[in-house]
């Protein structure tokens, strides 16, 4: 990290940002950063993220956590502002990752303006499913009651960790309980023990006290000391909710934009964007997926991938790599380097297929990045570019030179497509299975 880390860049925070549909291996070259960061914040999102990171062959599953919790002992985790903390979930993932041998004392921060994520907001997630679901319209959410908790917070009903902790429990009473009855206003009155979830946080605020930061100061007091801070991005670009395939996305912002407010920092704070990519395409839940391949194509790359979400478990969608999400995604978050993921997996394929763009079938207009119209796009057709594949397994290569021709081939071609030089190459899943190539 002494090259592309923080302090590379004048003191500023380096950002790992999923660049298509989230579920990239974003985990993995967070962990490989982290070992020389000082911080490691998250930005935004809830445990409807995760991020799968295997070391010395123990598997780390983080969903609300930081992956910095793998770092060095002296490496700081920090959960932002813009993050909705479900505490249940919290406090069984911290105690999951210290019985694997990790420290999260004095290691472990929260800020004091991150909004609460209480059960009742997972029904109400289950419950407006439902309703969608009836009209065959459902999202295909995590219902772990993210998008119920960001919809508290901008109609500004939401309960915040500084309420939890004030020394007069009254206010955080009064708005839960204010919050609970519009709920049941709106959704009629469903099983929920209003009484018994006040008691249990009445518990919390004691345990969650010792982890509350005011985040904004902490950061930023963090860069001017010289510290190497370094932003992890849940989710990805196409699950943005202003910029994704909306309405099939989650209700945050997952690009650079929710860095800055999700953390409090301004744009200038930021040096190094990197974006992490997937060597083929998957996403999961409903929606929009051009290049998804429902053949033995998809099924070699969902069975040899094991693409099944770290939260939820779901087999995910799976299909050839789509350039037009790439150029979208670089034209909103400004990539430096690009991280390319699982190269391995699609080792023995012979012939690969990219998406460059999607023509409309009546009109013959071409589209080089993803339009906003979900219905104009399935009008579309995806224009595709074949590659030849490789025979050989890259999961023991070391270096750029010692991949395949093929290989390379097909790395060089999506900087090409994209106009941004590839970084770091994946070739399998532990720590030390990353490339890092010239750019």
Not at 11 to 32: F, H, M, P, Y
């Amino acid at each position: 990290m002494a090259t592309n880390g923080p302090d590379a860049t004048g003191n500023k925070a380096v950002v790992v940002l999923g660049a298509q549909w989230g579920d990239e291996g974003k985990g993995k070259l967070v962990d490989i950063l982290t070992q020389q960061a000082d911080l490691v914040a998250r930005c935004q999102g809830g445990n409807n993220a995760g991020h799968t990171i295997v070391v010395d062959g123990v598997k780390f599953d983080f969903h609300m956590l930081p992956s910095g919790l793998l770092g060095a002992p002296s490496t700081v985790s920090l959960v932002g502002s813009g993050v909705v903390l479900h505490l249940p979930s919290f406090f069984e993932e911290v105690k999951k990752t210290e019985s694997k041998g990790v420290s999260c004392a004095n290691r472990l921060f929260v800020s004091d303006r991150c909004h609460l994520v209480f059960d009742l907001h997972q029904i109400v997630d289950g419950l407006k499913e439902g309703e969608l679901a009836s009209h065959k319209q459902e999202i295909g959410t995590t219902k772990k009651g993210i998008g119920p908790a960001y919809s508290s917070k901008a109609s500004r009903g939401g309960v915040r960790v500084h309420h939890l902790i004030a020394p007069d429990f009254a206010e955080f009473e009064s708005r839960f309980r204010q919050m609970a009855a519009n709920k049941k206003r709106r959704y009629g009155d469903f099983p929920y023990d209003v009484d018994a979830e006040v008691e249990r946080y009445r518990q919390y605020r004691d345990l969650i006290r010792p982890y509350v930061v005011d985040s904004v100061t902490y950061v930023h007091k963090a860069l001017q000391e010289g510290k190497r801070v370094l932003v992890e991005g849940a989710n990805a670009v196409m699950l943005d909710i202003d910029f994704g395939t909306f309405p099939y996305v989650t209700s945050s912002n997952t690009t650079i934009g929710g860095v800055c407010t999700g953390l409090g920092l301004p744009p200038k704070s930021i040096g190094k964007v990197i974006g992490v990519v997937k060597a083929y395409t998957t996403r999961v839940g409903a929606g929009p997926f051009p290049t998804e391949q429902l053949n033995e194509v998809g099924e070699h790359l969902q069975t040899v991938g094991a693409e099944f979400g770290v939260t939820t478990g779901r087999k995910r969608r799976c299909g050839w790599l789509d350039a037009a999400v790439l150029r979208w995604s670089h034209m909103i978050n400004g990539y430096d380097s690009i991280n390319l993921t699982k190269l391995d997996i699609l080792d023995g394929l012979p012939t690969l297929r990219i998406g460059i763009a999607y023509k409309h079938r009546a009109t013959g207009q071409v589209y080089e990045t993803f339009p906003a119209d979900l219905h104009l796009l399935e009008e579309c057709d995806v224009i595709y570019e074949e590659l030849p594949g490789w025979k050989e397994s890259i999961g023991g290569c070391k270096s750029w030179d010692a991949l395949p021709e093929n290989a390379r081939k097909y790395v060089e071609r999506i900087e090409q497509l994209v106009g941004v030089n590839v970084e770091y190459i994946g070739v399998g899943v532990s720590r030390d299975s990353m490339i890092t190539k010239s750019v």
